[in-house]
Structure formats: C-alpha cells, structure tokens
C-alpha cells in the first residue's frame, strides 16, 4: 500500500502539521494544496543559514554575499512594495521594516558568529552541515524519516570526552524562543528525533550526543544576539518521539483526520472554501 501522500517518506516538518492539525495535514500532503508564498521570515532565514553553512565548511565568514542574496530577495518579491504591505497589514505580527535593517540583522549575527563558535565550542571540528537523514520508522517497511541536520560538530569536553552535537540554526525575533516554547515538546522534538535516528545510524550511545538550538535573534545586539539552547534528549524523551511519529503514520494510513480548531491562527487553509476555521 502506497502511503497516502504519495510519498515514502516523513519529514519532521510533516509530522508538526500533523500533531497540530491532521486536517491541515491532510489539505496539504495528501490533498497537495499548495498556499506557500514568500515571505521575508523564511527568505531572510535562508540566506543567514547558507552564510553559516559556508562558514563551518571553509572557516571563512563572508557577509557580503549574504546581504546581496537578502536584497536580491526583497526585490523579486517585492517585500516593500505597496502591494505586499497593503496584504500584510491585517496580520498583526508583521512589521514591515525595509531591507537595509534586515541587512543589518543578518551583518550582526555573523559578524559575532566565528568568534561565538569558537567560545562556545572550543576547538570544534565540522564532521556535516546539511547532513542527510534518511531512515527506516520502527513497525513500518514502507515509511521512512526524512531530514537535514543543520550542522554536526566534534567537540572534546572538559574530561577529555569527545561528544557530537546537533545543531539546529534558528532565526528568530529579538528574544529569542521565550520559557514556554522552551518547554514545548513540540518545539523541541526536531533535534530530538534527529539525535534518535543519527545514534541508531551510526551506531553511537545517546549520551555521547548532545542537541541544540542555536537562536540568530533579529535586532538583538552583540554579543546576546547568539544565544544557545541545549535541549535534553534521553530514553523518555525518544520514547515519546517515536509514539508521536508512529500515530502520525498510522492514522494517515487510516485517513482519519480530525480538524483542531485551536491551531487555526497561522493556518494558510482557515477560513477559506477548504475549512470554517475556527468555527464549532
């Protein structure tokens, strides 16, 4: 039996969508109803990651090109023009700022960002950056996960112990994830499925694998404009990872898919001809 998205893969990203609404999961991967558009959040997050990837690839920060692929951006989508601002304006949490404060943005972090590395992961050494997961899902011959792990580093601690991290680059608003997204299960599964999948890979012990977010914060100013967010991940942890992953599989085999009128807010498909969002 073919998975009902088409598709023998999930993706973290996939089984977000799935655990806050299966319905929109279901308008999105089976139903393939395509609402992306570009905007500057993921545009500018974009360029930021790919300055940061060739950084840990050469040991060479290069700023310029970044801020020329942020303004290359805000042109061919014309994220200043009237048209884009006057469709932005209803949405409370847009602020529209022209490019050159997103240039900055981007100048600040990664002009912080070697020396940041350097004192928080002494002496570490690249082992991926955008390293590939693909995966057998325990229980499921025909369902595998899929992801890319921003970065994968070596570092020896204090004891002369060598870990792996996992690090997930995040841009961010300038606080950075506040307490109760920290505490989001949700929030903070991605690292975790990805260290669960890359232990079983290459066959290390959870505990010599550590997992973190790292926050490039918009319009904080150095050095706070990093910030590091460790994330534990053991056995309980992994365990309801798995249980998450697992239903998600299984009851898109079913097609049940239930709407969840509480995660409507940000949702491309409410109140639109393919769901009354927000209405019982």
């Known amino acids: 039996m073919t998975f009902p998205t088409g598709k023998p893969h999930v993706s973290f990203s996939e089984v977000k969508v799935w655990k806050e609404c299966s319905y929109r999961h279901k308008?999105?991967?089976?139903?393939k109803l395509?609402?992306?558009?570009?905007?500057?959040?993921?545009d500018y997050g974009t360029a930021v990651h790919n300055a940061i990837e060739n950084y840990l690839k050469t040991k060479q920060m290069h700023i310029e090109p970044c801020l020329e692929e942020i303004k290359q951006k805000w042109i061919e989508n014309d994220y200043e023009g009237e048209a884009y601002v006057e469709k932005m304006k209803p949405h409370k949490w847009y602020k529209n700022e022209p490019v050159e404060v997103w240039q900055e943005y981007a100048k600040t972090a990664l002009m912080e960002f070697p020396v940041w590395m350097q004192l928080t992961f002494p002496k570490w050494e690249l082992v991926d950056a955008e390293y590939q997961l693909y995966e057998p899902i325990?229980?499921?011959?025909?369902v595998s996960f899929k992801g890319f792990v921003d970065a994968m580093i070596k570092v020896t601690d204090s004891k002369g112990k060598e870990k792996l991290w996992i690090?997930?680059?995040?841009?961010?608003?300038k606080a950075g994830w506040l307490s109760k997204q920290r505490r989001d299960f949700l929030k903070t599964a991605q690292v975790g499925l990805y260290k669960?999948?890359?232990a079983r890979k290459l066959d290390m012990d959870l505990k010599d694998i550590k997992c973190a977010y790292v926050f490039l914060k918009r319009g904080a100013k150095a050095p706070k404009v990093i910030d590091l967010f460790t994330v534990s991940v053991g056995p309980k942890?992994?365990?309801?990872?798995?249980?998450?992953?697992d239903s998600m599989v299984k009851n898109v085999k079913?097609?049940?898919?239930?709407?969840?009128?509480?995660?409507c807010k940000f949702c491309p498909f409410a109140n639109t001809e393919h769901c009354n969002g927000g209405q019982w």
């Open 138 to 142: 325990d229980g499921f011959e025909d």
């Open 237 to 245: 942890f992994i365990e309801k990872a798995d249980k998450m992953v």
């Open 254 to 263: 079913k097609g049940f898919a239930m709407k969840n009128y509480n995660s």
């Open 27 to 31: 308008l999105a991967y089976v139903d």
């Open 167 to 173: 690090i997930d680059w995040k841009t961010t608003g």
């Open 196 to 198: 669960r999948y890359i």
């Open 34 to 42: 395509d609402t992306y558009e570009a905007n500057p959040y993921a």
